[in-house]
């Protein structure tokens, strides 16, 4: 079985010399067997390539959709080509609800980290799968992660869990509709409860928000 993705996304959070803090404190931590992946505000992803080095990979939580260019306040995959970026979330239902963003806009952005090198995390909701999967270049499923987020199971958008099953049951859907694309999931997942999710065949692991803003508490999952 491979390892499982433990995925954090911490939004617009942090200071610089708490993200720090974050990382002292979690490369002390026992921690389990998992593929960790940290996504932080973009000031500090040189930082945090620097010192979770061995331990965790880098993630960015969005790219622009357009390459390097005349595009005041986006960052282009040019920009983020050197840092020790490896992953970027994209279509979080955050940009989507307050920024606008399309599923249109997502697929562009998941051929710009294709290009640039980066493995796109794309984020789905239960009722837009389909409309995401036909914008999408069915060359590119087999290259990038699924984050399945039912919106309202999302901390920020109330945190109302669906049952295991029906979770299984999507998850299973998309993995078919996106070629067997690993399909993770996101929605207030916490110590407490990763283990339903990641003992789960078909889940390949968890992209956690709230709960990864505190090592202890990520390190337990
Ligand atoms: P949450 O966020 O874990 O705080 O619910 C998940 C996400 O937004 O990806």
């Known amino acids: 079985m491979d390892t499982k993705y433990l995925i954090a996304n911490w939004k617009a959070n942090k200071t610089l010399r ?17 593929q960790y992946v940290v996504c932080p505000p973009f000031p500090f992803i040189s ?7 061995g ?6 939580q ?15 995959p040019y920009n983020l080509q050197d840092l020790g970026v ?22 562009q952005k998941v ?25 999408i270049d069915r060359s590119y499923y087999s290259r990038m992660i699924i984050a399945y987020e039912p919106v309202h199971a999302i901390s920020t958008f109330g945190g109302q869990e669906d049952p295991i099953e029906t979770t299984v049951e999507t998850v299973m859907q998309l993995q078919e509709i996106f ?4 399909v993770l999931y996101g929605g207030s997942a916490d110590s407490q409860n990763s283990l339903i999710y990641l003992q789960q065949p078909a889940i390949s692991g ?16």
């Open 179 to 182: 070629d067997e694309a690993p």
């Open 55 to 60: 331990i965790f990979s880098v993630g960015a």
């Open 18 to 34: 708490e993200a720090q803090q974050w990382v002292q404190t979690f490369v002390q931590q026992e921690r389990k067997a998992r």
């Open 86 to 107: 490896k992953y970027v979330i994209l279509g979080h239902s955050e940009r989507r609800k307050f920024f606008g963003e399309t599923s249109a806009q997502v697929a």
């Open 111 to 135: 051929e710009q980290a294709l290009s640039g090198g980066f493995t796109p995390i794309v984020c789905i909701d239960r009722n837009e799968f389909q409309a995401q999967a036909d914008q």
């Open 62 to 76: 969005d790219m622009s959709q357009y390459a390097a260019g005349p595009y005041t306040g986006e960052v282009s």
């Open 206 to 221: 968890l992209l956690v928000g709230k709960a990864s803003l505190d090592p202890l508490e990520f390190s337990k999952m």
């Open 47 to 53: 930082h945090l390539a620097e010192t979770g080095r």
